[in-house]
């Protein structure tokens, strides 16, 4: 069993950084990949960035490309989503996911586990 807890989202101004974080439980955390996700209301759940195993690949989604940044730290069983250059597009409920491989994924259905969801708002 695995739970994933994220941390606080919160309010920023368009152009500021926020750092989300996720704590996972479980003692095979550095066997799998791992996921962000967000969902803005009225729209389907999208993809924002992933991460393999051991950190040593990322993909982030075209949008938060260049902005974005996931990273992991194994020891701590924590993974990471570093938010730079903000912009009110990015207002959403954001989920830290576990996927069922250790290779990087996508899309939601390869993720089993997921966070509660934190709220990040970004104000013009």
């Known amino acids: 069993q695995v739970q994933l807890v994220e941390s606080a989202g919160g309010l920023v101004q368009a152009g500021g950084s926020l750092r989300l974080s996720c704590a996972a439980s479980g003692r095979t955390f550095s066997s799998y990949a791992m996921g962000w996700f967000r969902q803005a209301p009225g729209k389907e759940r999208e993809f924002v960035a992933t991460?393999?195993?051991?950190?040593?690949?990322?993909i982030h989604a075209d949008p938060v490309k260049g902005r974005f940044t996931i990273s992991r730290d194994n020891a701590r069983k924590m993974v990471y989503l570093q938010m730079n250059n903000l912009k009110p597009e990015d207002t959403a409920v954001y989920y830290c996911?576990?996927?069922?491989?250790?290779?990087?994924?996508?899309?939601?259905?390869?993720?089993?586990?997921w966070g509660q969801g934190t709220q990040v708002t970004v104000s013009s």
């Open positions: 991460i393999n195993w051991n950190g040593g690949a990322t």
């Open positions: 996911a576990k996927r069922t491989g250790s290779g990087t994924g996508v899309t939601p259905r390869e993720y089993d586990y």
